[in-house]
């Protein structure tokens, strides 16, 4: 599953990059470079059976600290 997982990320993570490369979009590049290895992290994280936390009740109280409590 593991191999699985890395070979289809290596597979869109060349469809997806190649045009940011030749475009020289270097700002677009490193945004989509960040948020694609955290999600690959993620996927390896939960396939090797690794509980991660969810982020709801943190992002909930930035929230809340923000626009104050509703309700």
């Known amino acids: 599953m593991l191999f699985f997982i890395i070979l289809v990320y290596v597979i869109i993570g060349a469809i997806e990059i190649t045009p940011l490369v030749k475009k020289k979009k270097k ?3 490193t945004v989509y470079l ?34 104050g409590k509703q309700g």
């Not at 994280?45 to 923000?66: C, D, H, R, T």
């Open 34 to 67: 960040v948020l694609y290895t955290l999600a690959l992290v993620l996927s390896v994280l939960i396939s090797i059976g690794v509980k991660v936390p969810s982020p709801a009740i943190p992002i909930q109280k930035m929230v809340e600290a923000v626009i």
């Open 27 to 29: 700002k677009d590049l």
